[in-house]
């Protein structure tokens, strides 16, 4: 049974920092892309970083590029997005997801099969 499960949210002042951990259980990714989203009550689901497993290739929202990463380390079946200078606006709900087809230029923008139950990260001005 694949499970994807989000930890690392929390509150922070905006300029501060925090690294979100995605551990995988169940599925072995290999070619093929995750991501992380977020989503805020009232709001459809955003992509904030993608990456191709397979190559490292990574895809950010406009909104947060140059200030979040996204990596993984695949011995420990573990995704991570760093997160720097963070605002107000990027108070959500981040979920990861797994196994979204790489079509060889970049990786789905929402299709993926498996997502975590999510962690919150909240923001104060």
């Known amino acids: 049974q694949v499970q994807l499960r989000e930890s690392g949210g929390g509150s922070v002042p905006a300029g501060g920092s925090l690294r979100l951990t995605c551990t995988v259980s169940g599925y072995a990714y290999s070619s093929n892309c995750m991501g992380w989203f977020r989503q805020v009550p009232g709001k459809a689901r955003e992509g904030v970083a993608r990456?191709?497993?397979?190559?490292?290739?990574?895809t950010y929202a406009d909104s947060v590029k140059g200030r979040f990463t996204i990596s993984k380390d695949s011995a420990k079946n573990i995704l991570y997005l760093e997160m720097t200078s963070l605002k107000s606006e990027d108070t959500a709900m981040y979920y990861c997801?797994?196994?979204?087809?790489?079509?060889?230029?970049?990786?789905?923008?929402?299709?993926?099969?498996?997502w975590g139950q999510g962690t919150q990260v909240t923001v104060s001005s």
């Open positions: 997801a797994a196994e979204g087809a790489w079509d060889g230029v970049s990786c789905p923008r929402s299709e993926y099969n498996f």
């Open positions: 990456i191709y497993v397979g190559g490292g290739t990574t």
